[in-house]
């Protein structure tokens, strides 16, 4: 196997631990002996536990010595949670390793490559480095900026609604599709909706996937009025978290959620970069937002946005007041559109999706 091949099944181990690692990366790790054969497999599964470089150490044991490891992310050099990896490298006697992408993190970005130069150990960067960070984008920008990175989710029919004007919205996309959103839910940290949304549609907001993991559940109400009944209320408190700008919330309210995040902006309006901050300080550095429109319209306008799962199903209902996907963001000219670059184009069935990013996120 080739270096490119190595590095894949690599990223194949790392994407095993998709939105269970947070606050850290996922990162895997393979190592050949001499000859070229696998001695050992590794990946983190989880922040505090080993990471991949150790675990995949711990496998070749002795067989380690002389070979080499491909990992997805460069190798920590800092006390944390656990020691450096570096160290585990050096002692073990590996000869070479093969870095895809630099971490981006101050306390290790070069100086883990550094060290191991330093020790002796020959070291190559960049092999799938694109594939390394499309991994860990979410990792990337929490490092860079301290705010959760924000993907916005909407299904819509060819002529751009998400529900009827009765707001019927079940079912906009096919089965195929809400797999899909599932498998979202399973390797994002938190799950986003308004007040509104939530209201409307009494969604559960967990993952129904086999081995799946429940992410947290985040609304955002300004007043923090929420009706009994919820479906959201009947799921275990410490996933439910709740963005509002009350301090004065019904009893039901205040027992309903784990968390109460109160970041007032004016009347019964939320600061909600703050909010992003304080959820980042609670470990949370992924969000997917399931709406509403002036949700979404509020994370673009905000810059808050990083990336957007579109589906698009062959439907038309019409409607004068149908809601769409997104709400005001005053926009006169075409000219000023928001730009959405396209990462993925593929087919869910009939439905056609599209994965973009947006600039400025």
């Not at 895997?28 to 995949?56: C, Q, T």
């Not at 585990?88 to 070069?110: E, F, L, Q, Y």
């Not at 901050?277 to 609670?282: A, C, F, M, T, Y």
Request: with cysteine; glycine share 10%; net charge positive.
């Amino acid at each position: 196997m080739n270096d490119q091949q190595l590095m894949k099944r690599a990223l194949k181990l790392a994407k095993r631990a998709l939105g269970r690692t947070s606050p850290n990366p996922v990162v895997g790790a393979v190592i050949v002996d001499k000859d070229g054969n696998i001695v050992g497999e590794g990946y983190h599964k989880k922040a505090g536990l080993p990471h991949a470089e150790r675990e995949a150490l711990k496998v070749a044991g002795e067989k380690a010595r002389g070979g080499t490891m491909y990992v997805t992310l460069e190798p920590c050099c800092h006390y944390g949670r656990t020691p450096p990896c570096t160290d585990a490298i050096i002692a073990a006697g590996i000869k070479k390793v093969v870095v895809a992408v630099r971490d981006p993190n101050p306390k290790v970005s070069g100086k883990g490559i550094e060290i191991l130069r330093n020790a002796g150990i020959e070291v190559v960067e960049g092999v799938l480095a694109e594939e390394a960070f499309y991994l860990n984008e979410k990792f990337f920008k929490f490092i860079k900026t301290g705010l959760p990175f924000i993907s916005l989710k909407w299904a819509m029919t060819v002529d751009g609604k998400i529900a009827t004007e009765t707001y019927d919205s079940r079912w906009v996309s096919g089965e195929k599709s809400r797999s899909f959103v599932h498998r979202l839910r399973n390797e994002y940290d938190a799950v986003l909706v308004g007040a509104k949304t939530l209201i409307i549609d009494n969604p559960l907001l967990t993952c129904r996937i086999p081995q799946g993991r429940n992410p947290y559940r985040i609304v955002l109400s300004g007043s923090g009025n929420l009706p009994e009944g919820l479906n959201i209320f009947q799921l275990e408190k410490e996933k439910n978290i709740l963005i509002t700008a009350s301090k004065k919330l019904p009893k039901h309210v205040s027992n309903g959620f784990g968390h109460i995040i109160t970041t007032p902006l004016g009347e019964n309006r939320i600061n909600i970069k703050e909010a992003f901050l304080e959820l980042s300080r609670l470990g949370i550095i992924s969000i997917l937002v399931e709406g509403g429109a002036v949700v979404h319209a509020s994370l673009l306008q905000n810059r808050l946005a990083d990336k957007a799962y579109i589906f698009i199903a062959p439907k038309i209902v019409g409607g004068k007041n149908a809601p769409g996907p997104i709400g005001d963001l005053k926009i006169s000219l075409m000219k000023d559109a928001l730009p959405l670059a396209i990462h993925k184009l593929r087919r869910f069935g009939e439905d056609v999706f599209i994965e973009g990013y947006f600039s400025g996120g």
